[in-house]
């Protein structure tokens, strides 16, 4: 059987994490160049031989979104038309992901929207990490590897917190994540029910579960505004926590975001490096970034190499 290459290529939405998934893989991020026309249309010339090559794409759906996105896509019909034998999109974060259902009359589904753009351009395979919905799996016909952050935030929770914990969801969604945490830490379990007016309001009502004198960490897949996390606080303080911390996959950390942690009581938020923070987001010092290219490296080399990643998801059994 023929042993072909592995070609790992970066967009321009996160080449920090790019450049250590490659560190790790001890191999070259391929040669590619990603820019813009004058009038900003992206121009993408591959600028090595992929004929034959199994091509991993990273580009997360960061800000700019739209322009990431479509830089992805025309990185897939790149590769695809320079005979590449398959090419995996790897989305850190994937965007979108909210717009999963219709909740009310003439909205799209968005997030399938974007499956179905990924897939038609020529995309095999795409590798993420805690989808907002599991559901957004099912949108695609190929194959989507959705990965865990629990490896990364776990060992980060017991190293850095004492024992007298609660796990925290921020909403009943949530619960199934929480609870999965929550076992493996032996810890407390608690849900914060909250009513969305419009997106990214949202109003803390009441804490259901056990949290008075117990250090409180808040488990989501992404925190954006801050709004719920901030209220979810807040509630937690009242009710008798004696410190509320945050733990979040994806830190999007957009509009008022960051002067809301900055001005709360929130004493820390963790979050990975599926999308880059900017400089004033690290300059708070209340925002650790824990690193998840040890984690894509290894799904990116199994997948390489036929092997099974379910390994991967193994913590959270």
């Known amino acids: 059987m023929a042993v072909y290459g592995m070609k790992l290529f970066a967009g321009n939405s996160n080449p920090a994490l790019s450049e ?3 560190e790790i893989l001890e191999i070259p991020l391929g040669k590619m160049m990603a820019g813009r026309f004058s009038d900003g249309e992206i121009r993408v010339e591959i600028d090595e031989n992929v004929r034959g090559a199994d091509v991993f ?3 997360s759906g960061a800000s700019p979104v739209n322009d990431n996105l479509m830089e992805l896509l025309v990185m897939i019909d790149a590769c695809k038309r320079a005979s590449a034998r398959r090419i995996t999109a790897v989305m850190p974060y994937y965007c979108y992901g909210r717009q999963d259902r219709k909740n009310k009359p003439r909205v799209p ?7 179905d753009l990924i897939t038609r351009v020529g995309a095999d395979r795409i590798v993420t990490m805690d989808l907002h919905a599991g559901q957004i799996q099912g949108f695609f016909n190929v194959p989507v590897d959705n990965l865990y952050a629990s490896p990364i935030l776990l060992p980060y929770i017991k190293e850095h917190f004492d024992q007298n914990l609660v796990i925290v969801s921020p909403d009943a969604g949530g619960v199934p994540r929480a609870r999965a945490y929550a076992k493996q830490l032996k810890s407390g379990l608690a849900m914060v029910d909250k009513r969305r007016s419009d997106p990214n309001k949202a109003e803390a009502l009441n804490i259901i579960g056990e949290v008075e004198g117990k250090t409180a960490v808040i488990l989501d ?3 954006d505004t801050a709004g719920t996390l901030i209220e979810a606080t807040k509630s937690l303080l009242e009710r008798g926590s004696k410190a509320v911390f945050a733990c979040v996959t994806h830190g999007v950390l ?3 975001a960051v002067e809301r942690i900055r001005n709360s009581s929130l004493e820390s938020l963790i979050v990975t490096d599926t999308l880059p923070l900017k400089q004033e987001v690290i300059e708070t010092g209340r925002i650790t970034c824990v690193s998840a ?3 894509f490296a290894r799904a990116i080399r199994n997948i390489h190499n036929e092997d099974s ?3 991967l998801f193994e913590i959270l059994h």
């Open 221 to 223: 897949d992404m925190v």
């Open 293 to 295: 290219a040890k984690l």
């Open 109 to 115: 589904i968005t997030a399938r929207l974007v499956a």
């Open 20 to 22: 250590r998934i490659c």
């Open 309 to 311: 990643i379910s390994t």
């Open 254 to 256: 957009s509009g008022p």
């Open 57 to 59: 794409l990273i580009q």
